[in-house]
């Protein structure tokens, strides 16, 4: 697929600083939760953290394709932060470009680029995860407000992001929409961490909302045919987040490759053993895929803004399943290294499995695939 110079000098770009600044966090230890969040805010300086935003709020105005161009390259050092940059680039500020109102865009965008503010999604709640629309945070109406009541998990910066984009059912008019709620507002709590096996950056934690009084012009989108138009934005989101599964693929067959070069087994380097060349032959193969995949998917975009249904819930299934497996194989070149915590190989694996509860769990995308095929069939 044809990658332009303007593409290349972008990537080039971002890895010279992702590997000078955020590699090393990442290898150094996955132990402190707030390195990813740090990681992502030292983004603003090359512009990189409000790239999607437009011109008029101080943003780069860049596209799907660019910004999985730079998640990619951010998740071959680092998924956490990559995760957290997606969030970013293809979630939240996005409905606020697309369903806020002038006044929003304004206070919020700005501060976004600058690397003042970062922001959470959530939708998740302790017994709703795959079928939003069975949602129990709700919004009634009071005055100038709307009053939040309920509980989200496992939400990607719980702890402290500043503003949280968050899905509710309006009781007015019973709708399942979203609006904005900013870190100190008096009702709103922010919970423990919650541990995960991988992607230990996110700074996941729960939120609580306990008669959180919400200003109207805060609300996004409510009203009839709200979650169909939220459902359509996850279509970016589930590209940027193959993007990532395709990183992390490649850091670990980058890795693989040079441990293959330089490793001596039965007097031959691991590469001239057969069993092995085949492994790294089979990576490549589905990188390369996977790729082609993600890229499509990320150029392929509608009038309204974004990729189709089929192109990226295909290029995030078959992206996170890949990564698993191609973490899985790296596992196997390095043998018993690749189990340690001496080499990322341990740590890839674990974000690869991470990464496919992100954007909608296999069997949701099977099952968007699926009505699409029974509404063109
Ligand atoms: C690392 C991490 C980060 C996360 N970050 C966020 C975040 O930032 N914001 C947020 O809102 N949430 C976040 N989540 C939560 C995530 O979105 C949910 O875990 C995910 O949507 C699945 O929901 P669940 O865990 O409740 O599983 P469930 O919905 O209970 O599903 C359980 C199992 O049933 C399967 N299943 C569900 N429906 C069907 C069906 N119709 N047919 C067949 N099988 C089905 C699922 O595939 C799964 O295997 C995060 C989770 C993790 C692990």
């Given at each position: 697929?044809?990658?332009?110079?303007?593409?290349?000098?972008?990537?080039?770009?971002?890895?010279?600083?992702?590997?000078?600044?955020?590699?090393?966090?990442?290898?150094?230890?996955?132990?402190?939760?707030?390195?990813?969040?740090?990681?992502?805010?030292?983004?603003?300086?090359?512009?990189?953290?409000?790239?999607?935003?437009?011109?008029?709020?101080?943003?780069?105005?860049?596209?799907?394709?660019?910004?999985?161009?730079?998640?990619?390259?951010?998740?071959?050092?680092?998924?956490?932060t990559a995760v957290i940059l997606q969030v970013q680039h293809n979630a939240s500020p996005v409905y606020?470009?697309?369903?806020?109102?002038?006044?929003?865009?304004?206070?919020?965008?700005?501060?976004l680029v600058s690397g003042k503010i970062l922001f959470s999604m959530a939708q998740t709640e302790p017994?709703?995860?795959?079928?939003?629309?069975?949602?129990?945070?709700?919004?009634?109406?009071?005055?100038?407000?709307?009053?939040?009541?309920?509980?989200?998990?496992?939400?990607?910066?719980?702890?402290?992001?500043?503003?949280?984009?968050?899905?509710?059912?309006?009781?007015?008019?019973?709708?399942?929409?979203?609006?904005?709620?900013?870190?100190?507002?008096?009702?709103?709590?922010?919970?423990?961490?919650?541990?995960?096996?991988?992607?230990?950056?996110?700074?996941s934690g729960e939120l609580v909302f306990n008669g959180c009084k919400v200003p109207r012009e805060n609300?996004?989108?409510?009203?009839?045919?709200?979650?169909?138009?939220?459902?359509?934005?996850?279509?970016?989101?589930?590209?940027?987040?193959?993007?990532?599964?395709?990183?992390?693929?490649?850091?670990?067959?980058?890795?693989?490759?040079?441990?293959?070069?330089?490793?001596?087994?039965?007097?031959?380097?691991?590469?001239?053993?057969?069993?092995?060349?085949?492994?790294?032959?089979?990576?490549?193969?589905?990188?390369?895929?996977?790729?082609?995949?993600?890229?499509?998917?990320?150029?392929?975009?509608?009038?309204?803004?974004?990729?189709?249904?089929?192109?990226?819930?295909?290029?995030?299934?078959?992206?996170?399943?890949?990564?698993?497996?191609?973490?899985?194989?790296?596992?196997?070149?390095?043998?018993?290294?690749?189990?340690?915590?001496?080499?990322?190989?341990?740590?890839?694996?674990?974000?690869?499995?991470?990464?496919?509860?992100?954007?909608?769990?296999?069997?949701?995308?099977?099952?968007?695939?699926?009505?699409?095929?029974?509404?063109?069939?």
């Amino acid at each position: 697929m044809l990658r332009s110079n303007a593409h290349n000098m972008l990537r080039k770009t971002v890895t010279r600083f992702v590997n000078g600044e955020i590699a090393h966090h990442a290898r150094k230890d996955d132990l402190n939760p707030l390195y990813a969040l740090e990681n992502t805010k030292s983004l603003a300086k090359l512009k990189i953290l409000g790239m999607r935003v437009p011109q008029k709020y101080g943003g780069s105005g860049r596209s799907l394709f660019d910004s999985v161009i730079v998640l990619e390259e951010v998740a071959k050092a680092d998924a956490s932060t990559a995760v957290i940059l997606q969030v970013q680039h293809n979630a939240s500020p996005v409905y606020i470009m697309m369903f806020g109102e002038e006044k929003i865009k304004a206070k919020f965008l700005p501060q976004l680029v600058s690397g003042k503010i970062l922001f959470s999604m959530a939708q998740t709640e302790p017994n709703v995860g795959s079928s939003l629309n069975e949602l129990t945070t709700t919004a009634t109406p009071s005055g100038d407000y709307y009053v939040v009541n309920g509980n989200k998990c496992m939400i990607t910066m719980g702890r402290n992001a500043d503003v949280h984009l968050v899905y509710v059912r309006f009781e007015d008019d019973n709708s399942i929409g979203c609006l904005l709620i900013e870190k100190g507002t008096p009702g709103f709590y922010q919970g423990g961490h919650e541990d995960f096996l991988g992607l230990k950056g996110l700074d996941s934690g729960e939120l609580v909302f306990n008669g959180c009084k919400v200003p109207r012009e805060n609300v996004l989108l409510k009203g009839n045919g709200s979650l169909r138009k939220m459902l359509q934005l996850f279509n970016g989101t589930r590209v940027g987040l193959a993007s990532i599964s395709l990183g992390i693929s490649e850091a670990a067959f980058e890795e693989s490759l040079k441990y293959a070069k330089s490793r001596t087994v039965s007097r031959k380097l691991l590469i001239d053993h057969q069993g092995i060349r085949w492994k790294l032959a089979d990576m490549a193969v589905k990188i390369e895929c996977m790729r082609q995949l993600v890229y499509s998917a990320a150029r392929d975009i509608s009038e309204e803004g974004f990729p189709g249904i089929l192109a990226a819930s295909a290029a995030k299934l078959v992206c996170s399943d890949g990564a698993i497996d191609i973490t899985n194989m790296a596992m196997t070149v390095f043998g018993g290294y690749g189990y340690s915590k001496e080499f990322p190989i341990e740590r890839y694996l674990r974000d690869a499995r991470g990464a496919i509860f992100l954007g909608g769990m296999p069997a949701v995308l099977r099952n968007a695939i699926g009505s699409r095929l029974k509404a063109v069939g």
